[in-house]
């Protein structure tokens, strides 16, 4: 039964509430809001103690604030209940609303739990609703919304009126526990906020830092660099190059931002550039500089982004490869060409020569074309007239899998043999052998027979059409390569080569002569590139010996 000063002791009970409530919106950092919550039960809730046990990430919850005493304070702060036991506890014993009330006589079984607790023993109660030293009161808090995500855990101790809380002490120990959780959860979003703008203005210190290591970087870098659009209607237009780049290709800044590399490069390299995916492509190419000429660079690309959503970008590095390229095309040089003469040598010889011959005969069964055989519905009263030049164009239908006897190869044929000339265009090979040279090297030397190979190489050279090849076998044997030649042809071109060595040659201040023999054979599909050789050095050796009885003068 309520006494005439129930009301005045509930009206100060509320006014003092109200004080420690608003104390939990004006703490500054989650630590403070955790010790103010504390701080408040014992002030304004009229506790001698109290705890807050603050569920970490893990789940288990850690005693974050004590007041009360110091002692139990040092004792308890910092260590850890795990949440099977809390659980356990907070399913335990009555229930007053959210709140848990465990009586001595219940809690005893919780004695050996790793929950921290601080009680002392004392006398059993001498009135029902006296409060107990080992008696336990919890006041859970909750996060608001409906999921009720458990945020820690009030624990109370020594009353002080000595006495169980009433329906009005339970349900502002309630409303409390809902209160701090709401300064806590904004606790916990201030100090998070905090950390984010931290973090933000760190990450833009960063970001302008590393903007400004880049600029420099871009702007210095020893090795042109480039900045180009990615997609839209300006894909690969620059936007951004520097001052290397301007100097290798001699174009100021401002007129290199018309263009893009397309724009710039060589136009036998335009298939290497689009063949270069931009996400870490590569390649080696010919740019155009301001004055007409073209420098070899090696490009090499990366994709950056202005932001994490934002336009994407593409980075080139360009480094000259100029003195590199001429070395290596020096060296291929070297390799492929003869030291003396500069024409083609033997290994070039047969690598050009295998490059037009395959294995099939060009008449084996089921081929068409330049000797393939005849096509299905295309023989003999079917009315179908063959184009006249069908088959220089290697014009084919392959089936599915690149297999079939309908390929892109154009077979080599020779023609038939004989006084006549049948018509018939094929790969003329020429081999080429010095008549008298050996007599000129043991009666004048070296350097003069040198001289006389380096000047036949020439006339052999000038005497051949464009495209022709005409390549140093060793010795003083030269073989020339020529296509599209008939029987008839090719004596006539054999005819003139001859009457271009024949001329005498000057070695200083000294004429001597050579003469020449030529063999004519043919490439045809189905033979080896030493059986094509081997055809024209004896065709040649058949007319050496034929003109064996006619006097040959050298020197």
């Known amino acids: ?32 809001t955790l010790q103010t919550v504390a701080d408040g039960v014992v002030a304004g809730l009229n506790y001698e103690l ?42 335990m014993g009555r229930a007053w609303g959210d709140l848990r009330f465990i009586p001595h006589t219940e809690g005893w079984v919780l004695m050996e739990d790793d929950v921290p607790q601080w009680h002392t023993d ?73 950390r984010a703008l931290v973090r933000l203005e760190r990450e833009q210190q960063a970001l302008r830092a590393s903007e400004e290591s880049f600029r420099q970087a871009f702007e210095y870098a020893p090795s ?45 390299d335009i298939g ?30 990366s994709v950056v982004a202005d932001t994490a959503d934002g336009p994407r970008f593409l980075l080139t590095h360009v480094e000259d490869i100029e003195e590199r390229k001429r070395h290596e095309l020096q ?34 069964p089921g081929s068409y074309g330049d000797g393939y055989g005849p096509v299905p519905g295309t023989g003999p009263g079917s009315g179908y007239e063959p184009y006249e030049h069908e088959h220089e164009h290697g014009f084919g239908f392959e089936p599915a899998g690149g297999a079939g006897p309908y390929d892109h190869h154009v077979h080599m044929v020779a023609p038939s043999g004989g006084e006549v000339d049948d018509g018939t265009k094929g790969l003329a090979v020429l081999f080429c052998d010095l008549d008298g040279f050996k007599s000129i090297n043991d009666r004048f030397g070296h350097h003069t027979g040198d001289a006389v190979l380096i000047e036949v190489a020439r006339r052999l050279t000038t005497g051949v059409r464009d ?33 271009a060595i024949i001329p005498p040659i000057r070695v200083d201040g000294r004429a001597v002569r050579v003469g020449a023999s030529f063999g004519i054979g043919w490439a045809e599909c189905g033979m080896t590139v030493e059986e094509v050789l081997n055809s024209a050095d004896q065709r040649m050796y058949v007319e050496k010996r034929s003109r064996a009885k006619v006097q040959r003068r050298a020197g």
Not at 346 to 361: D, K, Y
């Open 122 to 194: 004392g006398p059993a109660p001498r009135f029902e609703d006296e409060w107990h030293p080992h008696d336990r009161l919890y006041a859970p808090m909750y996060a608001s919304g409906s999921g009720r995500e458990l945020l820690g855990v009030i624990s109370v101790d020594r009353p002080r009126n000595g006495r169980h809380p009433g329906p009005w002490g339970q349900e502002a120990l309630q409303m409390y526990a809902s209160q701090s959780a709401i300064a806590i959860s904004n606790a916990r979003l201030r100090s998070n906020m905090q």
């Open 224 to 268: 042109g660099m480039a900045i180009a659009e990615m997609g839209g209607d300006q894909h690969g237009r620059l936007l951004r190059t520097n001052d290397a780049l301007c100097r290798l290709l001699g174009r100021p800044a401002s007129v290199m931002r018309r263009y893009s590399f397309a724009d710039l490069v060589h136009p036998e």
């Open 272 to 301: 290497t550039l689009l063949r270069t995916s931009a996400e870490g492509g590569r390649a080696e190419l010919r740019l155009a500089r301001r004055d007409g000429t073209y420098v070899w660079v090696s490009l090499r690309n």
């Open 1 to 32: 039964m309520e006494t005439e000063s129930e009301p005045y002791v509930r009206l100060s009970t509320l006014r003092q509430l109200h004080q420690v409530v608003t104390d939990l919106n004006t703490a500054r950092s989650l630590a403070d």
């Open 467 to 499: 495209g022709d090849t005409v390549a140093r076998l060793g010795g003083d044997e030269f073989v020339v390569l020529a296509d599209g030649l008939g029987a008839a042809d090719a004596a006539d071109l054999a005819v003139r080569l001859r009457n």
């Open 50 to 91: 109290a705890c807050v046990n603050l569920v970490r990430p893990d789940g288990d919850l850690v005693v974050a604030a004590f007041a009360g005493s110091s002692a139990a304070e040092a004792l308890i702060t910092g260590r850890v209940g795990s949440r099977a036991s809390w659980e356990r506890r907070l399913s």
């Open 331 to 364: 060296l291929a040089h070297r390799a492929s060409h003869d030291a003396l003469t500069g024409l083609p040598n033997s290994a070039e010889l047969r690598s050009r020569l295998s490059a037009r011959l395959c294995e099939r005969p060009a008449d084996a």
